[in-house]
Nanobody
Framework: QVRLVESGGGLVQAGGSLRLSCVVS????????MGWFRQAPGKEREFVAT????????YFADSVKGRFTISRDNAKNTVYLQMNSLAPEDTAIYYC????????????????????WGQGSQVTVSS
């Protein structure tokens, strides 16, 4: 059974930084596209960033482009989301997700293609 566990969330002031980590167990991590999504109170879950199994391809939501970076360490079965210049509108529960890497496309921005999800990590940005 594939298991994803996020960590690194917390409370930060606007303009600050946080790094989320997601450790994957139970299957071959390097075969998966990894994504980050977030859900704010009263809103739908939205795409944040995704990275291909090799790390060679990434894609970001416009709202975080230039502020967030995504990376992965296949030796550690871990994907990271570095979040800089955080703003109150970034407040949400952040989820990592895994999808089988077939053919890289914009479909990996959709939650529907991801097979496995973590439990979420709360990020709160105060103004």
């Amino acid at each position: 059974q594939v298991r994803l566990v996020e960590s690194g969330g917390g409370l930060v002031q606007a303009g600050g930084s946080l790094r989320l980590s997601c450790v994957v167990s139970g299957d071959t991590f390097s075969t998966y596209v990894m994504g980050w999504f977030r859900q704010a109170p009263g809103k739908e879950r939205e795409f944040v960033a995704t990275i291909r199994w090799s790390g060679s391809r990434t894609y970001f939501a416009d709202s975080v482009k230039g502020r967030f970076t995504i990376s992965r360490d296949n030796a550690k079965n871990t994907v990271y989301l570095q979040m800089n210049s955080l703003a109150p509108e970034d407040t949400a529960i952040y989820y990592c997700a895994a999808a089988v890497d077939t053919r890289w496309s914009a479909s990996y921005t959709s939650a529907a293609v991801y097979n496995y999800w973590g439990q979420g990590s709360q990020v709160t940005v105060s103004s």
